[in-house]
């Protein structure tokens, strides 16, 4: 029995057939059932409420999967995905085995390319598009970007680039004045202008008329044409940054109203050049506790639909430790500076933000710049910490290596989310950094565990490192269960004397400790020496390991170019006569809970419990 | 004795007692001076002849080392060199242990940031102008870039960041309409038009005095401005680009007008806002060969300077025969498509994008474009060959893994200037390739040696294999006296039943064969393994080195993440029980001729007898 519109679409052609009042009604009901999934689920909700009317025109106007929708960032693709064939199964939504929060081809055909970090919608459009010129197709690709990464400098150079021999590509600039918080920079504040200005084109036209039907001023424009040719027309029909770059502009629009978005979208279609339509949002529409607080709402974990409440009481977390470590230093050392790249929040630097505003820089959605910025603040003497997601901080590796590493650079990376994130999937897993960041010459590398020693390593990374220093701390919390011998650094062993040593870092070395406790209460013998400083490795591990037949080395990242590697090579040139255990990551990681995860890789403590007694 | 007003010159402050005739005479000489240098010792030509009267224009007016002159890329930093206490040493440039070719603090206080990377620039600008205004220091920061180096995303992340709250930041558009060959893309057109009216300030003044003197205008004007607000104003006040992002522009000057310079340089110094100069220049000024042909004087060898031409025949090198096998299966395959991040002749692609137009793309300096833009042509069934410099592909670690191998894409890498590239030094150097594609998930990696191999490894990749496929391969020529076995893949063995086994990939198993020969002419046995594909890793290869006491692995590459140590993880597990022996590179590599800088690290042949030696 179908209750409601949506239950009656199983693919997009069920919304081509429907009225113009039901798509109102559907709109409606797409928003209830993302409000009660998510409320469940978990997962993004502010982006997906505010283009629930986008998403619904784009499917009336375009023919998926011929014509194909680019999500940029991809979390605000849920309305696209219940639209699809996916509702039914929408409440396995980021859980294992379940469907992905991003736009994911392998999971539907109408899911035209993946999406998860910032800004790489345009380049994937016109890739699509220049493959269909080359084809003689002339299906439409439409890349639906936030204002929020277009303050990354991929979406800028994708611009550059399709202006030219490019058809049928649209790009919805799909505004709503934030990225996670509020957007930064010079783009942010012209797009602003242009958005408090909405007869803006209609004026355009108004005083080219004006000077067109003016005896007097035309006598003066005719002279003014002559000497300069096409600076009028310039001026006049050339003036918004998008025409600068070969785009017919349109809007800006009410991405909440329907019939108009229908009609500018048809008309988008119409055209045969790049259309760049500004479509204004509102985050978090129509659940009012979203769009009171579009920040909180952004990414959020299961909450109360009546009160907008979260379900679980929210534990401190090695973001907001960080922060709060930062701000405290900054207060009696003034060379501190904090730099994020849109994720003041996520990162828990908002403390540090409103405390000193002048050292606080939020660069906007730009990894690239935040580094060399950061190189830039350190060659002048400053200490810059660049608080970043470890998968974000991708996007920054030439110039980790370029600008503040070969002339060597005070930077700090306070590098967030380093190892599984859960959830959110392949895309953010923060599985390579210990080894794209091991390869820089000169660099320091710590991976604390435990909120004492995040505190210790920032300290000691400000205070008494020089060059690239690296802390790479986990999602989430510590486990407070565990008596950590404080201010051991670099490394720290429990026990001495037995056969095997388990050797970890990061958050591994709470599963370490109680896999280590649990073997004892079975009567069975381990070591465990934790790792604090990853890089440069300190001699004295290497002397340790070589005290112990088996060495079982667990990393929660990568195995090509890991710390396991690394120490192995350096075990084997030191003589090192025991067996050496790598356990390490070997391919992409799937969305599920962050233990799930741990234990299908085989990296938690009962894994370690079944290696150490294998070894019996 | 000083014969010329260039050998008064020891430091910049004695530039700024020169009067105006002395100055121009000044530059005649330091263009002189270029041209006889650089024929000499090789370098990068055109760009600086293009900069000279910048250079002094910029050292006439502002302050050194105070003020800070930020050289975007860096290559054309040869005039600033050579005034601020550099000219006799400017000799040994680019040559080993002596000046770099790119700026460099180490080198001199004048240096103010390290270059050789497009469009790092304005963002260490912005970096070092938020520290001048911390510590409430007034000196002036300029950035000078390139047209061509504003095609790189990171230059506009970082425009966005510089319009509020950045003082006396001051960047220069040094426009040549060059990167290396043509600039290509919207804002090079949006550019070209602007350069093709220099009265364009000149003229918006007089529109908008027009509106205000007209009477019958101005009451219009008044209505519409009240209901319009600020339009009318961003119409004619904010016009370009970068006032959009908060700048005051200044120009278009003539960057050979060293009265013009000097007096827009002083007006830009009074400006208490970021301003942006427009300087138009001519690449190759002022030496005939290199003004008409300024790609072939961009980066050269030694040359005549009478004549112009080269003094050593030019080689067929890697790059062009990697550009001729693609044509030549493009002409059969309609699927391949070239692409380029302004290296088409770098890359030795112009045959391609001669005979196949429509097929190649060159999309500006802009990497991380470059490989979404491919993967999006991958999506699409097209089979994209992205031709980048290994330094280069740094700049899209992040797109590799995130758009092209999470959902497979067929992408092939053509990489170019793999390993050590020589006298552009440190920021060139292509050893970091290996280590940062080993730990992509699902990559292929092949490194041949020989023109042959290279041709085998592009078809297997275009034809056989899916996903990421990385085919990298040195700077330069091979060496065509090894009679190396044809069509031999993943790898193949020289020798069997010796105690040792060198084992070495890419350009360095040139040495390994010489070493070899050379060894057996001593009466010392040893067998070689080369690799073609690095990886996956081939089974038989961990087979074969189990039969050896010694193995002695060569990498031309950084030992973190490398294949030597994924070799020996692999080893290990299968419990090789010999010796190996890894020789890797540690640190940064400096400037220098290739085979110098390849003994300095032992990596050549003569080490490679050394250490066989002492095995006996």
Redesign the interface.
């Known amino acids: 029995m179908i209750n409601t519109i949506l239950e009656s679409i199983s693919s997009p052609r069920d919304i081509k057939k429907l009225p113009a009042d039901q798509l109102e009604r559907l709109c409606a009901e797409i928003r209830s059932f993302l409000v009660d999934t998510v409320s469940v689920t978990g997962g993004h909700l502010a982006s997906n409420l505010g283009t629930v009317e986008l998403t619904v025109a784009l499917h009336k106007v375009f023919d998926l999967p011929q014509d194909k929708i680019i999500w940029d960032v991809g979390h605000q693709s849920y309305t696209h995905k219940i639209l699809t064939g996916r509702r039914e199964a929408f409440h396995t939504l980021r859980q294992k085995g379940g469907i992905s929060g991003f736009p994911?081809?392998?999971e539907s055909e109408y899911d035209?390319?993946?999406g998860?970090?910032s800004s790489?919608s345009i380049?994937?459009?016109?890739?699509?598009c220049?493959?269909?010129?080359?084809?003689g197709r002339d299906d439409h690709v439409i890349a639906v970007i936030g204002d929020g990464a277009f303050?990354?400098?991929?979406?800028?150079?994708?611009?550059?680039?399709?202006?030219?021999n490019i058809d049928n590509l649209i790009v919805i600039l799909n505004y709503n004045e934030m990225s996670i918080s509020k957007n930064?920079?010079?783009?942010?504040?012209?797009l602003a202008?242009r958005r408090?200005?909405p007869?803006?084109l209609k004026?355009?036209e108004?005083?080219e008329k004006?000077?067109d039907h003016?005896?007097?001023?035309g006598r003066?424009?005719k002279e003014?044409l002559q000497?300069?040719?096409?600076?009028?027309k310039?001026?006049?029909y050339h003036?918004t940054?998008f025409e600068?770059?070969?785009f017919i502009y349109l809007g800006p629009i009410d991405g909440h109203n329907l019939p108009e978005l229908i009609t500018t979208l048809e008309d988008a279609k119409r055209r045969k050049k790049p259309v760049l339509v500004h479509v204004d949002t509102v985050k978090g529409k129509g659940y009012s506790f979203a769009e009171e607080n579009p920040g909180a709402f952004h990414g959020i974990s299961k909450f109360d639909v009546d009160t907008g409440l979260p379900n679980a009481i929210q534990e401190e977390c090695y973001s907001q430790v960080a922060g709060r470590v930062l701000t405290e230093m900054a207060e009696t050392d003034?060379r501190i500076?904090a730099v994020t790249a849109a994720m003041k929040y996520g990162t828990g630097l908002q403390d540090f933000a409103h405390a000193y505003r002048?050292?606080f820089?939020d660069?906007?959605i730009?990894e690239?710049?935040a580094m060399?910025?950061?190189?830039?603040?350190?060659?002048?003497?400053?200490v810059?910490v660049f608080a970043v997601y470890s998968s974000?901080l991708?996007?920054a590796?030439?110039?980790i290596?370029?600008?503040a590493?070969?002339?060597p650079q005070h930077v700090v990376l306070a590098v967030d989310r380093a190892g599984i994130v859960g959830e959110d999937g392949?895309?953010h897993q923060g599985i390579?950094d210990v080894?794209?960041l091991?390869?820089v010459?000169?660099i320091v590398i710590d991976s604390p565990c435990g909120f004492w020693e995040l505190e210790l390593c920032l300290r000691r990374a400000v205070k008494q490192e020089s060059g690239v220093v690296a802390v790479r701390y986990p999602r989430g919390t510590e486990n407070t269960a565990i008596p950590w011998p404080e201010k051991e650094y670099p490394y720290f062993r429990f026990g001495e004397g037995a056969d095997a040593l388990i050797v970890t870092y990061g958050r591994l070395s709470e599963e370490a400790y109680f896999a280590r406790r649990t073997l004892a209460e079975a009567g069975i013998s381990v070591d465990f020496l934790k790792i604090t400083r990853l890089v440069p490795v300190a001699d004295e591990i290497y002397e340790i390991c070589k005290q112990y037949q088996h060495v079982l080395f667990y990393e929660e990242g990568?195995?090509?170019?890991?710390l396991?590697?690394?120490l192995?090579?350096g075990l084997?040139?030191r003589g090192f006569d025991g067996k050496?255990q790598?356990h390490a990551i070997?391919?992409?990681v799937p969305h599920g809970k962050i233990y799930e995860l741990l234990a299908d890789l085989e990296l938690d403590r009962a894994a370690m419990i079944r290696d150490v007694k294998m070894l019996q």
């Open positions: 994911r081809p392998s035209a390319f993946i998860g970090h790489t380049s994937a459009a016109i890739g699509l220049a493959a269909n010129r080359l084809k303050t990354g400098g991929m979406a800028y150079e994708a611009l550059n680039n399709a202006g030219k930064v920079g010079g783009f942010a504040r012209y202008a408090s200005n007869n803006y004026m355009k108004r005083v004006l000077l003016t005896p007097l001023i003066h424009l003014t000497t300069s040719k096409s600076a009028i310039n001026l006049l003036s940054f600068d770059f070969g003034s500076c002048d050292r820089y660069v906007g730009a690239q710049h060399t910025f950061c190189a830039g603040l350190a060659a002048s003497g400053l810059p974000f991708q996007r590796f030439d110039q290596i370029h600008d590493a070969i002339e392949e895309t390579f080894s794209f091991s390869m010459p000169g990568i195995r090509n170019g890991g396991g590697q690394l192995l090579n084997y040139e050496f790598l070997d391919g992409f």
